[in-house]
């Protein structure tokens, strides 16, 4: 699946921003879609992740509370509402995609990748 991430910019701290992923293929509804975030120098990290079904989804104690993760089957479309956005938030954002029962934390089990799209939060 092809994947394409939109929806980044510049906030201030507090804001809040909706991320999209959006995916061209067939059987976008059978695929589990994750959020990951990398800033300079760190490692690419999960933020988010909802299940193909949308029965499960996973968020880090760092962002608990504060993003929504929803997935719209029909439009083939992952969002990624950020609420009380903070500085250390600032990133570029990936979605990304896999299939299987489990939501794996390490990116290295995410085999689909859209690109990023920057996300900047001034304080």
């Known amino acids: 699946v092809q994947l394409q991430a939109s929806g980044g910019g510049l906030v201030q701290a507090g804001d809040a921003l909706k991320l999209s992923c959006t995916a061209s293929g067939r059987a976008f509804s059978t695929y589990n879609v994750g959020w990951f975030r990398q800033a300079p120098g760190k490692e690419r990290d999960l933020v988010a992740a909802?299940?193909?079904?949308?029965?499960?989804?996973y968020y880090p104690d760092s962002v608990k509370g504060r993003f929504t993760i929803s997935k719209d089957n029909a439009k083939n479309t992952v969002y990624l509402q950020m609420n009380s956005l903070k500085p250390e938030d600032t990133a570029v954002y990936y979605c990304?995609?896999?299939?299987?029962?489990?939501?794996?934390?390490?990116?290295?089990?995410?085999?689909?990748w859209g690109q990023g799209t920057q996300v900047t939060v001034s304080s």
């Open positions: 990304a995609a896999s299939r299987g029962a489990a939501l794996r934390h390490s990116a290295v089990a995410w085999p689909d």
């Open positions: 909802i299940s193909w079904n949308s029965r499960t989804t």
